[in-house]
Nanobody, 124 residues
Framework: QSRLVESGGGLVQPGGSLRLSCAAS??????MGWFRRAPGKEREGIAC????????KYVESVKGRFTVSRDNANKTMYLQMNDLKPEDTGIYYC???????????????????WGQGTQVTVPG
């Protein structure tokens, strides 16, 4: 069985921090990413990492504030979110693929396993 289990969402005041976790099981995933769906908007890729060579990408709006990391021993991917803003509010999803990618993409079509989503709320 292959699955992704997310945790770490919550309500944080502007300027605060959260760390999201995504625990993976089953396949040996080659790329993992984080996506979010803000209210009234389509789901957006915000960060990703390759597993083999740790190539990472970030959407411009989170560069310098969000950081992806991995704990390979525990098969867990993290998203450290600092200096949170109201526009960061949304449902955050982790995603993964066992397909052999050497670069990760901030596109849903690269990923075929998805977590259930976790809510992040930053009041305005």
């Amino acid at each position: 069985q292959s699955r992704l289990v997310e945790s770490g969402g919550g309500l944080v005041q502007p300027g605060g921090s959260l760390r999201l976790s995504c625990a993976a099981s089953g396949f040996s995933f080659h790329a993992m990413g984080w996506f979010r769906r803000a209210p009234g908007k389509e789901r957006e890729g915000i960060a990703c990492t390759t597993v083999f060579n740790s190539i990472q990408k970030y959407v411009e709006s989170v560069k310098g504030r969000f950081t992806v990391s991995r704990d390979n021993a525990n098969k867990t991917m993290y998203l450290q979110m600092n200096d949170l803003k109201p526009e960061d509010t949304g449902i955050y999803y982790c995603a993964a693929t066992p397909w052999d990618y050497t670069q990760c993409l901030l596109q849903e079509t690269q990923y075929n396993y998805w977590g259930q989503g976790t809510q992040v709320t930053v009041p305005g």
